[in-house]
């Protein structure tokens, strides 16, 4: 599945060093001016994923296949960017491309990094950007409504449930609402996806905080938080300069680095999975002498659904599935163990895959 998200935010709070310690390298140029990034960076990260390392140590497996997605560095945004302020509408496109947002809130005073509005309010900051973002699926929606609404007239089924969830978005937006806010039923999923709108993708605040609260977050961290809440949004602290420090070290080096700063993890692998649940997905495994390796498959799906991530014909020909609970498997120590205990079960075409399942598909 390939799947993005996009990192937003107004300039210098911290988004291309964020997006360098992700991907483990310096393709965004982090500068200390307004639109250093000029064209949305784009990366591939791998989920952090433990359960793999103790798959791959039982069954010896000569390599680990994590899961991964894709983050896209959107340059900084400001206010009236939806009227072609500062790098403008062409980077709305870009956020339209991804299925869910990360919005960078700046939540660290450094006088040596100059903010674009002069003061340091996250809340501020994160309202500018949704604003646009707004404002810009105000736009499209009523440039659209009227040529939707003389094809409703005319008796196109197809318009006129464009036109009723055309109607269901511009009411929170008229009222200054996001449309994630909107209850869709899953009939009309597809048709709303169809829309494109900016603010009805899934969003996750993310708190950049300075190396002294990396571990519990600040004042200013909490008031993101919060807003978060109230958003029917998701929340999440990062360093991104702690973060930005730590990909350039051996696993080693950061292992004693994480342990002076009486950090856990990098910030990054929270950030990582935080984005990777607010899609919806889960990881099932597949564990061989050759690899273990997690596949990504939405919240909910069956195991035929399963199958088809690894090959189309592996769907539409599915007899069976051989599943074992991850727990189970490392605790009898492989797929032998698991068989003789009877922890292996045989699973058919209505079994919905848990998070954690060791798979093995029977097909035509």
């Known amino acids: 599945m390939a799947l993005k998200v ?3 935010g107004l300039p ?20 200390n001016y307004p639109f250093c990034t000029i064209e949305p960076n ?13 798959l791959a140590a039982i069954a010896g497996s000569k390599e680990i296949i994590p899961s991964r997605i894709t983050f896209v560095d959107i340059a900084g945004l400001v206010r009236g960017a939806s009227k072609g302020e500062g790098l403008g509408n062409q980077f709305l496109a870009n956020i339209r491309d991804c299925d869910a947002v990360a919005f960078v809130a700046r939540c660290f005073i450094d006088d040596d990094i100059t903010h674009v509005e002069n003061r340091i309010d996250p809340i ?30 005319g008796g196109d089924k197809e318009a006129q449930t464009t036109l009723r969830l055309i109607n269901m978005a511009l009411t929170p937006l008229r009222a ?12 009309d999923q597809k048709a709303w996806h169809m829309l494109q709108l900016l603010t009805s993708l899934p969003a996750l605040y993310v708190s950049n905080v300075d190396e002294n609260s990396a571990d519990k977050g600040n004042e200013l961290s909490d008031q993101v938080a919060a807003r978060a809440a109230q958003d029917n949004a ?4 990062i360093s991104a300069k702690i973060d930005s420090e730590l990909a350039v070290l051996d696993a080693e080096e950061q292992a004693e680095f994480l342990e002076s700063l009486g950090l856990a993890e990098p910030g990054l692998n929270r950030l990582i999975r935080e984005a990777y649940a607010l899609l919806g997905l889960q990881s099932y495994f597949t564990v061989g002498p050759k690899e273990a390796r997690a596949w990504t498959i939405p919240i909910g799906a069956t195991a035929p659904q399963a199958a088809g991530v690894i090959h189309t014909d592996f769907e ?18 492989g797929e032998a163990g698991a068989r003789a205990a009877g922890k292996l079960r045989a699973e058919g075409k209505p079994y919905v895959v848990k998070d954690g399942d060791v798979m093995n598909f029977l097909f035509n």
């Open 124 to 153: 501020s900051d994160l309202e500018i950007i949704e604003t646009e973002l707004m404002l810009a699926d105000l736009e499209s929606l009523e440039k659209r409504v009227v040529n939707v609404e003389k094809k409703a007239k």
């Open 6 to 8: 996009a990192i937003v």
């Open 12 to 31: 210098n709070v911290g988004k291309s060093t964020l997006f360098n310690a992700l991907t483990k390298t310096a393709a965004a140029q982090a500068a």
């Open 42 to 54: 784009t990366g591939d990260v791998a989920v952090p994923e433990p359960r793999l390392e103790a």
């Open 316 to 333: 539409k020909g599915f007899i069976r599935a051989e599943t074992i609970a991850f727990e189970d498997f490392v605790e009898l120590k």
């Open 176 to 187: 200054g609402k996001p449309a994630r806010v909107v209850q869709v039923d899953k009939e």
């Open 234 to 237: 998701k929340a999440v602290v």
